[in-house]
């Protein structure tokens, strides 16, 4: 979609740049107008499914806004994390921390109104980022990639052990996300849409669509724009991003900050989704997903970490539900090939190929067809 | 006599930690990627040894095992450099991806059973100077003390070291003077992949239980290793793996004054040493700082 996108292709040739027309400003603003009013069915969506498919769509769309964050960091400023899942947690567990009921049985919280906890959540993650800028100012690439697998196993660690917050292996409860009065991920107060009652996944659902379109946007606004540039610049070249004034380490510690700040936001969305978190769902594991999610988008590309990270969240989950119906699909934990296995080898077989035949992923076949049509 | 003790069982840990160290700084001085799949190819030897060893007796097992890995280790060099890219970020990624898959196989393999290798050190303990310390462990910190003494003498005796060692200092120059660079990636590759086999063997003998399908995190426990010593310093892999060992050990020996710390926080202080280095030394203790030519 995004023009930036190409330029991040490792050993993509670029393309040559067509003439511009004097009518692509109208065929552009016609392009904007087509996607805003492909909203509107996405809109209608929880008038027609239930509860346990539109579940699939929030976790969708909730990580697709984590892999958006992920996709600036490895793909725009090209620093690689494998510490997405550790903030994503920071998220989740500081709005149930925050958001939580001081007198709950067993775990501790602050009882805040859920919308300022909300808003807590996804500082504390930036924050964390930031906390970690001396690291990740200084290293680059790979090697930061690695390095942040301290996070990982540290975080678990917190998780784990820090039972009064976060309620330890046995996780702890999330309350519903309310802004005045009206909760936006639970059932009260009632409310029917021509005809269908809307609870807590009808509303959560509109919550998803709507960070996701912020989120869309304010991550476009940074690839295409002044930052966008500097950070590509200094992917591929951090002697001449600093001569040419762009404050390298600066960037390079704010971009993992914006990062850690999307996955946080993931996180809370996650969290409201699930209404309940343990930490053995913040795993590497989890790290590893989202950046396969960006791979199999294309790294850098905005539209491809959202594709990526639908498809990559909805395909172990719809695999499962069809598990009666696909022969050949063993039931989970009978020890044949569940629905989990058969997506962990779909996944690693697609990060292999994808990297291996096209390392622009679906960003970048996508903008081959619209070419060839 | 119990610090002593925790000391001596630290480095032993430690020297089986700098073998998967080494292997990795192999890999990363061949050919500039860190192979994320090791942990998965230190348990596919383990596992091909575990098959064997009641069949074939455990050193041809060993043997076999360690053939496997350096196998599976050069497959997934063919993979990384059937990429059209020379992206390091990209490649590391393409492990992650090959690491995946071997390891969702080698988990539905192995199930709930647990890996034993069949070693002839058994549970046997010995006593030396007032502490008690296992065989087995006193087999590895021998047999590790001879790899990486080999391999450093290797490295800087033979000629086949000299072409390892200028094409990790300058490929480009390398390949120019006639050193076949992908001779050179097999042979870094197929060290790192045999290197992690002998250390898999050494980590399920006792005190451990054995391996599990969750051992190939383990191979992670070298990811400090690296770090503290510096990415691409072969000293430095040694370092750091004693480090990480002694650490570990000393923070689990000593968990009940660590309590406040919690649970099983000897697995997470080697991370949070590597922070520290980090923020003293980006670079790692070794390493080589990066010198920015315009």
């Given at each position: 979609?995004?023009?930036t996108?190409?330029?991040l292709?490792?050993?993509?040739?670029k393309?040559?740049?067509?003439?511009?027309?004097?009518t692509?400003?109208?065929?552009e603003?016609?392009?904007?107008?087509?996607?805003w009013?492909?909203?509107?069915?996405?809109?209608a969506?929880?008038?027609?499914?239930?509860?346990?498919?539109?579940?699939?769509?929030?976790l969708?769309?909730?990580?697709?806004?984590?892999?958006?964050?992920?996709?600036?960091?490895?793909?725009?400023?090209?620093?690689?994390s494998?510490?997405?899942?550790?903030?994503v947690?920071v998220?989740?567990?500081?709005?149930a921390?925050?958001?939580?009921d001081?007198a709950?049985?067993?775990?501790?919280g602050?009882?805040?109104?859920?919308?300022?906890?909300?808003?807590?959540?996804i500082?504390?993650?930036?924050?964390?980022?930031?906390?970690?800028?001396?690291?990740?100012?200084?290293?680059?690439?790979?090697?930061?990639?690695?390095?942040?697998?301290?996070l990982?196993?540290?975080g678990?660690?917190?998780?784990k052990n820090?039972?009064?917050?976060?309620?330890?292996?046995?996780?702890?409860e999330?309350?519903?996300?309310?802004?005045?009065?009206?909760?936006l991920?639970?059932?009260?107060?009632?409310?029917?849409v021509?005809?269908?009652?809307y609870?807590?996944?009808?509303r959560?659902?509109?919550?998803?669509?709507?960070?996701?379109?912020?989120?869309?946007?304010?991550?476009?606004?940074?690839?295409?724009n002044?930052?966008?540039r500097?950070?590509?610049?200094?992917?591929?070249?951090?002697?001449?991003?600093?001569?040419?004034?762009?404050?390298v380490?600066?960037?390079?510690?704010?971009?993992?900050?914006?990062?850690?700040?999307?996955a946080?936001?993931?996180?809370?969305?996650?969290?409201?989704?699930?209404?309940?978190?343990?930490?053995?769902?913040?795993?590497?594991?989890?790290?590893?997903?989202y950046?396969?999610m960006?791979?199999?988008g294309?790294?850098?590309?905005?539209?491809?970490?959202?594709?990526?990270?639908?498809?990559?969240?909805?395909?172990?989950l719809?695999?499962?539900?069809?598990?009666?119906?696909?022969?050949?699909?063993?039931a989970?934990?009978?020890g044949?090939?569940?629905?989990?296995?058969?997506?962990?080898?779909a996944?690693?077989?697609?990060?292999?190929?994808?990297l291996i035949?096209?390392?622009?992923?679906?960003?970048?076949?996508?903008?081959?067809?619209?070419?060839?049509? | 006599?119990k610090?002593?003790?925790l000391?001596?069982?630290?480095?032993?840990?430690?020297?089986?930690?700098?073998?998967?160290?080494?292997?990795?700084?192999?890999?990363y001085?061949?050919?500039?990627?860190?192979n994320?799949?090791?942990?998965s190819?230190l348990?596919?030897?383990?596992?091909?040894?575990?098959?064997l060893s009641?069949?074939?007796g455990f050193?041809?097992?060993?043997a076999?095992?360690?053939?496997a890995?350096?196998?599976g280790?050069?497959?997934?060099?063919r993979l990384?450099?059937?990429?059209?890219?020379?992206?390091h970020?990209?490649?590391?990624?393409?492990?992650?991806?090959?690491?995946?898959l071997?390891?969702?196989?080698?988990?539905?393999?192995?199930?709930?059973?647990?890996?034993t290798?069949?070693?002839?050190w058994?549970?046997?303990?010995?006593?030396?100077?007032?502490?008690?310390l296992p065989?087995?462990r006193i087999?590895?910190t021998?047999?590790s003390?001879?790899?990486?003494?080999?391999?450093?003498?290797?490295?800087?005796?033979t000629?086949f070291?000299?072409?390892?060692r200028?094409?990790?200092?300058?490929?480009?120059?390398?390949a120019?003077m006639g050193?076949?660079?992908?001779?050179?990636?097999?042979?870094?590759?197929?060290?790192?992949?045999?290197?992690?086999?002998?250390?898999?063997?050494?980590?399920?003998?006792?005190p451990?239980?054995?391996?599990?399908?969750?051992?190939?995190?383990?191979a992670l426990?070298a990811?400090?290793?690296?770090i503290?010593?510096g990415?691409?310093?072969?000293?430095?892999?040694?370092?750091?793996?004693?480090?990480?060992?002694?650490?570990?050990?000393?923070?689990?020996?000593?968990?009940s004054?660590?309590?406040?710390?919690?649970?099983?926080?000897?697995?997470?202080?080697?991370?949070?040493?590597?922070?520290?280095?980090?923020?003293?030394?980006?670079?790692?203790?070794l390493g080589?700082?990066?010198?920015?030519?315009v």
């Open positions: 979609m995004s023009e996108a190409t330029d292709l490792p050993g993509e040739p393309p040559a740049r067509r003439p511009v027309l004097n692509s400003g109208r065929v603003r016609l392009r904007k107008i087509a996607l009013l492909s909203l509107l069915p996405l809109a969506v929880p008038l027609y499914l239930d509860g346990s498919w539109l579940i699939i769509g929030i969708g769309m909730a990580t697709a806004i984590g892999a958006i964050g992920l996709t600036l960091l490895v793909g725009t400023a090209g620093q690689l494998l510490a997405h899942s550790f903030f947690a998220g989740a567990y500081a709005y921390y925050a958001a939580g001081p709950g049985g067993g775990v501790e602050l009882g805040l109104p859920s919308a300022l906890a909300a808003l807590i959540a500082v504390a993650s930036g924050l964390a980022g930031l906390l970690f800028s001396p690291v990740s100012a200084r290293l680059k690439g790979v090697y930061l990639g690695v390095a942040s697998l301290a990982v196993f540290i678990d660690h917190v998780l820090a039972t009064p917050v976060t309620g330890g292996y046995n996780g702890r999330v309350a519903p996300l309310s802004v005045g009065g009206f909760e991920s639970g059932g009260s107060p009632d409310l029917w021509l005809g269908v009652p609870g807590g996944r009808e959560l659902w509109y919550l998803a669509l709507a960070v996701l379109v912020l989120a869309v946007v304010a991550a476009s606004r940074i690839a295409r002044r930052p966008g500097a950070l590509q610049l200094m992917r591929d070249n951090p002697a001449a991003a600093g001569s040419m004034g762009v404050p380490q600066r960037y390079k510690a704010a971009v993992f900050t914006y990062s850690s700040v999307f946080g936001t993931a996180g809370v969305l996650t969290a409201l989704a699930f209404e309940f978190i343990v930490p053995q769902y913040f795993t590497l594991e989890l790290s590893i997903s950046l396969t960006t791979i199999i294309g790294l850098g590309s905005v539209a491809g970490a959202v594709a990526g990270g639908l498809f990559v969240t909805a395909l172990p719809l695999l499962e539900r069809f598990t009666g119906s696909l022969g050949f699909l063993a989970p934990g009978s044949g090939l569940d629905a989990a296995m058969l997506s962990r080898f996944f690693g077989a697609l990060l292999v190929l994808v035949c096209e390392p622009g992923g679906l960003a970048v076949l996508s903008r081959r067809l619209r070419r060839r049509s | 006599m610090a002593l003790q000391l001596l069982l630290g480095l032993s840990l430690g020297s089986i930690y700098s073998l998967i160290a080494l292997g990795f700084v192999a890999i001085k061949g050919t500039k990627v860190i994320m799949a090791h942990g190819i348990l596919t030897g383990a596992y091909v040894v575990a098959m009641p069949h074939v050193l041809a097992a060993a076999a095992g360690v053939v890995a350096a196998v280790a050069i497959v997934v060099e990384v450099s059937a990429a059209r890219t020379t992206d970020l990209v490649l590391t990624t393409l492990t992650i991806g090959v690491d995946v071997l390891a969702t196989e080698l988990t539905h393999r192995i199930g709930s059973s647990v890996l290798m069949g070693d002839p058994k549970d046997r303990q010995t006593e030396i100077m007032g502490t008690v065989q087995a087999g590895a021998a047999v003390v001879l790899i990486i003494a080999a391999f450093f003498l290797v490295f800087h005796k000629n070291g000299v072409r390892m200028a094409s990790a200092d300058d490929p480009r120059t390398a120019l050193i076949d660079q992908r001779r050179v990636a097999l042979a870094s590759w197929a060290i790192g992949g045999g290197l992690a086999c002998v250390a898999g063997i050494f980590l399920a003998a006792f451990n239980p054995g391996l599990d399908q969750t051992a190939g995190l383990i426990n990811i400090p290793a690296i503290i010593g990415l691409d310093s072969t000293e430095g892999a040694v370092l750091g793996g004693l480090i990480v060992g002694v650490t570990q050990t000393l923070v689990d020996g000593n968990a004054s660590l309590h406040f710390l919690g649970e099983g926080f000897g697995t997470v202080a080697p991370y949070v040493v590597m922070l520290l280095v980090l923020l003293w030394r980006p670079s790692g203790l080589s700082k990066e010198l920015n030519r």
